[in-house]
């Protein structure tokens, strides 16, 4: 306690010191070490949130392709079952038209009408005339 | 100061230089300490990192792979087979067996009976229920089970329930075009027809590809080899028209029933490049149930079989004369109605009732189908010319049509035929040698498209679904006689229609050749049987522009009148008139219609 209040009443009247810069004093090869930490930091920092991105991307990526792998699969799944089914009906519809009861006949020549095709006609003289002539140097071509 | 360690607070260690000597030793020991932890641990891990990289990297890796992936045997279906117009002839689908072991369920055979009875429209409740409590494990609940509802039931999540996966191969069409499709086995092999012969177009390898699947069973990219979202979705297109055979198998299976006959077949042949355009035998099978068929059932007569074409040989042989150049078409011969070759006596057919004819002309001949006639055509080219003759036809060959097990037809061999005079007799009206239905239908094509021997053929190539071709398969054409010669023997054979034997296959309007044949058996112990015989009829249209051929064969009909004209011509006929109407062929009289455009005149 005395200490400290003798030193209370007595205060030093040091002048502070200025320090000298550390900086200039350190060693020119701890500064590019320190130098290099810094910019090894940076480079470890914009890695990190590259690789993140990067896989977060992948990842979004895969997630898409898997999904649209698994439509594409429907997809063909679907083709084969309606291709099946559609030859299944047409199948089973050319059985009951060859059956009698139906009432279905086969198509004959005495069935079928052949039209002969129209004589080609020769084109017509265009009536419309095409403008031929220089446009005058003072008629505008719009406004 | 002095000393610099890495990773201390430069200040700190300036600040350090001030202090007292007592309190310097304290950070320096706490800092090495932490230094030293960091370091050793920065070591350790680096060390550990190493080990499971480097020392165990593999063997980590392959238990990985085992653990993710599983060889999924992906499903590439063979490649579907399809007509002309694109009807599906031949497509793969699968499967799926569904079991059930009601020991493993988790929910009560009710509540189970309710949930696949919902997916499996097949089953009833009842059927269902009644399944389930009959055993414990191991319940084949159905084997028709499709992918969509397999997925439904894959999606329910229950325990006992199990899916086996299986190909299966479905011919839409069923028996109509059989005999050239053919079947695939259990293992997926081609064993009859296309599926056969055209293996390597149509089977692809199934990909056994190590991939990785998600918790829900999907995908996952990282491993997915090239190729797998790209398998080709090429189909094998056929020359042949589904429509077109329907009717040719309808006429041939009415034609057969009335005549109770062994077998028959129809062959649509397009003489422009050989492709077929229907080929249908009787009896046939349904390939989505061949096991259920005799093995004789399964091939394909009109190829593998080999007949006595008679009279339908005829204009073939008078096409070979005129080649030779030993008769004129106007020409006459003299028709005696019998005739004695090596003391055996030949007679025409109609000897009996008609006795000779004396001088006809050539159409004639065709006409009356006379067998004199035909050994007098036949005498002029000489046993030696006219062997050779037939050589240049390839008889003796395969016509390297794209089904298999196809028999090149058979000639008595040159020594015999030039040795004894009846062979070449018997060879002029179609006795003696042996052909394939198909053959016949070849050499016809000669003669309707200008005198060229082409390959007759059923597969038109690969296709792609925009209709753009891949692969074709290549083809050849051997002239064998002149166009001229091709067109009068073609003319001819247009009075056999008008006039003679071929009358029943007229169609008005159409201008048609055609030839019957009614032809003897040979016996298995040689000579001929008596009551056997096979029938035919063969017709080329249009006349004026010729094209098509239409041969029908009917082996062994019952009864009285059974001649190719009364048997076989019927079936011709209805097949041309559906032919028509399929191709579209204008009717031979009437106008042309003009191709030639008039030259534009073009207003300025």
Not at chain 1, 13 to 20: D, F, H, S
Not at chain 2, 561 to 573: D, L, Q
Request: no cysteine; hydrophobic share 40%.
């Amino acid at each position: 306690m005395s200490v400290s209040r003798h030193s209370l009443q007595k205060p030093k009247q040091e002048k502070v010191k200025k320090l000298p810069a550390w900086k200039s004093k350190l060693p020119t090869g701890l500064r590019a070490l320190l130098f290099l930490k810094r910019s090894v930091s940076v480079f470890l920092f914009l890695s990190i949130a590259a690789t993140v991105i990067v896989y977060s991307r992948k990842e979004y990526v895969e997630g898409e392709w898997s999904k649209s792998y698994g439509e594409l699969e429907a997809l063909l799944r679907d083709e084969r079952e309606l291709i099946a089914t559609n030859e299944a009906l047409k199948n089973q519809l050319a059985d009951l038209a060859e059956k009698p009861e139906t009432g279905l006949v086969p198509i004959t020549p005495k069935t079928t009408i052949f039209l002969d095709p129209a004589q080609e006609r020769p084109l017509k003289e265009s009536q419309t005339k095409t403008f031929r002539g220089t446009l005058g140097e003072k008629t505008p071509l719009g406004y | 100061m002095k000393r610099l360690l890495w990773g201390i607070d430069p200040y700190r260690m300036m600040r350090k230089g001030r202090r007292s000597k007592k309190t310097e030793s304290i950070p320096v020991l706490r800092l090495f300490l932490v230094w030293a932890v960091l370091v050793t641990g920065a070591i350790a891990l680096g060390w550990k990192l190493y080990q499971l990289q480097i020392i165990q990297g593999s063997d980590l890796k392959r238990k990985a792979r085992q653990q993710q992936k599983s060889s999924v045997s992906l499903y590439v279906p063979r490649r579907p087979i399809i007509d002309g117009e694109g009807n599906f002839l031949a497509m793969d689908r699968l499967l799926f067996t569904l079991y059930a072991h009601p020991i493993m369920f988790k929910i009560d055979i009710e509540e189970m009976a309710g949930k696949l009875g919902k997916i499996l429209p097949s089953l009833t409740m009842a059927e269902l229920r009644d399944k389930l409590a009959s055993q414990k494990t191991g319940v084949r609940i159905s084997d028709q089970v499709m992918e969509s509802e397999a997925r439904q039931v894959k999606s329910l999540y229950l325990d006992g329930l199990e899916l086996e996966r299986r190909h299966a191969r479905i011919y839409p069409s069923e028996d109509v075009a059989a005999d050239i499709i053919g079947y695939v086995d259990g293992e997926r092999r081609g064993q009859a027809g296309v599926e056969y012969s055209q293996q390597t177009l149509l089977a692809r390898n199934e990909l056994i590809l190590p991939l990785s699947y998600t918790g829900m069973e999907r995908l996952m990219p990282t491993h997915v080899p090239e190729g797998l979202v790209n398998l080709d979705d090429l189909r094998l297109q056929l020359t042949l028209n589904l429509r077109l055979q329907r009717a040719a198998r309808a006429a041939l299976k009415g034609q057969m029933a009335e005549y109770k006959a062994k077998r028959g077949a129809v062959l649509v042949m397009d003489a422009l490049d050989g492709s077929l355009l229907a080929l249908v035998t009787e009896h046939t099978y349904n390939p989505n149930d061949y096991h259920e068929y005799g093995l004789k059932l399964l091939k394909n007569w009109a190829i593998t079989d080999l007949y006595e074409p008679g009279s339908t040989f005829k204009p073939i042989n008078v096409a070979l004369a005129m080649s030779a150049g030993v008769i004129k078409s106007h020409e006459r011969f003299n028709d005696t109605g019998r005739i004695t070759i090596d003391r055996s006596v030949i007679s025409n057919h109609d000897y009996y009732s008609k006795g000779g004819r004396g001088y006809i002309t050539v159409d004639q001949i065709l006409q009356y189908s006379s067998n004199v006639g035909m050994i007098r055509i036949a005498q002029r080219m000489g046993r030696k010319g006219y062997y050779e003759a037939l050589e240049q036809l390839e008889i003796q060959e395969k016509t390297e049509v794209d089904l298999p097990g196809e028999t090149p037809g058979y000639l008595k061999p040159k020594k015999v035929f030039i040795r004894s005079g009846i062979e070449a007799a018997a060879a002029s009206f179609g006795q003696g040698l042996s052909l394939t239905p198909l053959k016949i239908v070849q050499l016809h094509g000669a003669i309707a498209s200008g005198g060229k021997l082409v390959t007759p053929h059923v597969v038109r190539g690969l296709v792609d679904p925009d209709g753009n071709f891949h692969w074709q398969p290549p083809l050849r054409k051997k002239r064998v006689f002149s166009a001229q010669t091709s067109q009068t023997v073609l003319e001819m054979m247009e009075t056999v229609v008008t006039k003679g034997s071929g009358k029943v296959a007229k169609i008005p309007g159409y201008r048609i050749g055609g030839k019957t044949g009614t032809a003897q058996k040979a016996s298995a112990t040689g000579g001929y049987q008596e009551n056997a015989k096979i029938t035919s009829f063969v017709a080329i249209l249009p006349v004026d522009a010729p094209r098509y051929v239409v041969l029908a064969v009917i082996d062994e009909p019952k009864g009285e009148n059974t001649f190719g004209s009364t048997v076989a011509a019927p079936i011709v006929k209805e097949v041309m008139e559906a032919l028509i109407a399929i191709e579209q062929i204008p009717p031979s009289t009437g106008g042309s219609p003009r191709l030639t455009a008039p030259p534009l005149s073009r207003g300025d």
